[in-house]
């Protein structure tokens, strides 16, 4: 506790929780030249951790996914990270330590768009696996549909981090692939697909802040009514 109290490990602490040697400073994209290192390398450290701490999900609990460095109250967080402040550190590709038909909910926000459809398929079934019957997911990814728009009309200004002096073209792939951190673009009916495909029924489009299963409260503070640059979906098991 001593230590805890200490502004040398505080900084520390804050710092192992900021990782601006990893992240993006402008936002919160995993810098492009340690990615691939770095996610070998969360991986391996969060299968030792969390075969030494068992995390235990309980029946009924809210399972978000990808939590990053702002993990949610009144959820079970849920990231690669082991220093993100996530309860639960697991590769959404691995298989969760969550038990079969015991999640009420599942919300995942600027996640899904990380991986490829193979392991995107393969998640969204584990999604249906351990949601209850009735259970329901709310996922927010970057919209396919908004960035071909402001391509149209030739203005990424909105992104800051994009770099506005090269070619449109170049600005749009930078934009929607995160400088090449997103392998998949979606739009409401590709994900529709994958969702039904998966199990789910009842797939909707929702408006950010916009919900209609979860309340208002247990979403991301960036899930609002202005977020207009990403695509909500809602869907039941």
Not at 29 to 52: E, I
Not at 215 to 227: F, I, Q, T, V
Request: aromatic fraction near 10%.
């Amino acid at each position: 506790m001593i230590a805890a109290r200490s502004p040398i490990a505080q900084h520390l602490y804050a710092a192992l929780r900021r990782q601006p040697w990893l992240y993006d400073r402008r936002h919160d994209s995993m810098r492009r030249p340690y990615r691939r290192v770095a996610h070998v390398l969360l991986r391996a450290v969060a299968t030792v951790a969390r075969r030494v701490r068992r995390p235990r999900v309980p029946p009924g609990a809210r399972l978000n996914l990808g939590s990053g460095r702002t993990p949610l109250a009144g959820w079970v967080n849920a990231d690669l990270n082991p220093f993100s402040g996530a309860q639960l550190w697991i590769d959404l590709r691995d298989h969760w330590p969550v038990a079969d038909g015991s999640v009420a909910a599942i919300y995942s926000r600027h996640c899904f768009e990380h991986f490829g459809e193979h392991d995107l398929r393969a998640i969204l079934r584990q999604c249906a696996r351990v949601l209850q019957p009735g259970g329901v997911l709310r996922i927010g990814v970057p919209s396919l549909e908004v960035a071909v728009r402001r391509y149209l009309e030739r203005d990424f200004t909105f992104a800051d981090w994009v770099k506005q002096d090269e070619p449109v073209a170049k600005q749009f792939v930078a934009y929607i692939t995160d400088n090449g951190n997103h392998p998949v673009l979606l739009d409401f009916e590709y994900l529709e697909r994958l969702l039904s495909a998966a199990g789910f029924r009842d797939v909707q489009r929702r408006a950010g802040g916009e919900s209609g299963v979860l309340d208002r409260e247990l979403l991301a503070p960036k899930d609002h009514a202005g977020d207009w640059e990403t695509l909500y979906v809602e869907a039941v098991k």
